[in-house]
């Protein structure tokens, strides 16, 4: 089974911090994405990767970034934390050939910025 | 932007009825979507796809049905059950999205399922 793991399930932080959201998958996943999940937004795409050392913005990039320096492994980071970063956030990968697209997702990390 | 959405928020069933969950999708180059559950406390987890060459597809006690001519998709799952209680999402894939592998997630629908 893949399995798609992120480093805290729940985490709070000042505003201004710097954030580090960890995300590791063992299946050897060519993509990997971070979403945030918001009551009523459902999941918007912030960031992903296709390869290592590759990023691509999605909807929200904004006041984020991340780094892809292992296959494997898919940091989110936010620069310096605010209110409105305040959310649930998902990591998933994805094989992405073969023509399946299905995206196997982590538990989440429920952030909350004070 | 075009986006996947959901017609209504939540749905609330016996158990033992069947339940359907709908979602409209509005960009017609759509060509795969993917059915996700979500129970509280966890990630979405995959049920069913379908790709846009297909108008049904079963699987274990749930079928989803794809309307392309209205750009309506439907979850339907016979005989319900507590479990099934969670947020049901659709997502789409559209090959103008960035790259191959982005799916676009709607808002999701709660089911609640009565004992």
């Known amino acids: 089974d893949v399995k798609v793991t992120q480093s805290s399930r729940y985490l709070v932080k000042r505003t201004g911090e710097k954030v580090f959201l960890e995300c590791v998958q063992d299946?050897?996943?060519?993509?990997m994405f971070w979403y945030r999940q918001d009551p009523g937004l459902g999941l918007r795409l912030i960031y992903f990767?296709?390869?290592?050392?590759?990023?691509e913005k999605g909807d929200i990039p904004e006041g984020y970034s991340v780094s892809r320096e292992k296959k494997e492994r898919f940091s989110l980071i936010l620069e310096s934390a605010s209110t409105n970063q305040t959310s649930m956030y998902l990591c998933?990968?994805?094989f992405g050939q073969g023509g399946t697209y299905e995206q196997y997702f982590g538990p989440g990390t429920r952030l909350t910025v004070t | 932007g075009e986006s996947v959405g959901l017609h209504l928020p939540t749905l609330s069933v016996q158990e033992g009825d069947n339940s359907i969950i709908n979602c409209a999708y509005s960009?017609?180059?759509?060509?795969?979507f993917i059915w996700y559950k979500q129970e509280s406390g966890k990630g979405p987890q995959f049920i069913i796809d379908i790709r846009s060459n297909m108008d049904k597809r079963q699987g274990q006690r749930v079928t989803v049905l794809l309307n392309k001519t209205v750009k309506h998709l439907s979850l339907q799952i016979a005989a319900t059950q507590p479990g099934d209680s969670a947020v049901y999402f659709c997502?789409?894939?559209?090959?103008?999205?960035?790259?191959?592998?982005?799916?676009?997630f709607g808002a999701g629908t709660r089911l609640t399922v009565k004992p």
């Open positions: 299946m050897d996943h060519e993509n």
């Open positions: 998933a990968s994805s």
């Open positions: 990767s296709y390869d290592v050392k590759m990023k």
């Open positions: 960009n017609s180059a759509s060509d795969y």
């Open positions: 997502a789409d894939r559209t090959p103008a999205q960035y790259n191959n592998n982005d799916m676009r």
